[in-house]
Antibody, heavy 130, light 107 residues
């Protein structure tokens, strides 16, 4: 059974860097069939997708966070990480990591992929406060 | 970005009730929609993807329908373990986006 576990500081000061790690157990992160990503939920708000990464290092980030976010993967430790720089109180949220599965649909020239999250972690709360 | 509007935001229901949750996309997403269940302190669980395909192990009382911009999740006979928050997610294009969630509470 694949399990994902988020870890990292629960409190980060404004203007500093938020760093979280997602440890993957029960399966390998080095699969071309899946990507790995982060989602967050601020208090009393809906879910916001942050971005995802393949084991090869290929990434996609949501445009609103792209200038501040980096997702990386460490295949040797079977884990991936999130870094968010210059945080403010608006970055206070529960952060989830999740495996992204996909449906592949062929077109004339390539495959188009449609992503959903098939395995999630339980989430970790990060508060940005001085 | 594709906006997902989910309703209602909360619903009070009794065991055995039929519950319908709707999700509307701001543009055509074909059938590229997922539904999730989330209980406090637990990892969210995917129920349906794409729009009407039940994931393995999900009880048959859950069903999804719709295409284009309008979708629904139906719980045909609510069970005690179904009290949770449900949310939709469009998979049509990046960035992936979610509905605001529906909390199903005990009446």
């Amino acid at each position: 059974q694949l399990l994902l576990q988020e870890s990292g500081p629960g409190l980060v000061k404004p203007s500093e860097t938020l760093s979280l790690t997602c440890s993957v157990s029960g399966g390998s992160i080095s699969s071309s069939s899946y990507s790995w990503g982060w989602i967050r939920q601020p208090p009393e708000k809906g879910l916001e997708w942050i971005g995802n990464i393949y084991y090869s290092g290929s990434t996609y980030y949501t445009p609103s966070l792209k200038s501040r976010v980096t997702i990386s993967v460490d295949t040797s430790k079977n884990r991936f990480s999130l870094k968010l720089i210059s945080v403010t109180a608006a970055d206070t949220a529960v952060y989830y990591c999740a495996r992204h599965d996909r449906e592949a649909v062929p077109t004339a020239a390539y495959y188009y992929y449609y992503f959903y999250m098939d395995v999630w972690g339980k989430g970790t709360t990060v508060t940005v406060s001085s | 970005d594709i906006q997902m509007t989910q309703s209602p935001s909360s619903v009070s229901a009794s065991v055995g009730d039929r519950v319908i949750i709707t999700c509307q996309a701001s543009q055509n997403i074909s059938s590229w929609l997922a539904w999730y269940q989330h209980k406090p302190g637990k990892a969210p669980k995917v129920l349906i993807f794409p729009a009407s395909s039940l994931q393995s192990g999900v009880p048959s009382r859950f069903s999804g329908s719709g295409s284009g911009t309008d979708f629904s999740l139906t719980i045909s006979s609510l069970q005690p373990e179904d009290f949770a928050t449900y949310f939709c997610q469009q998979a049509n294009s990046f960035p992936l986006t979610f509905g605001g969630g529906t909390k199903v509470e005990i009446k």
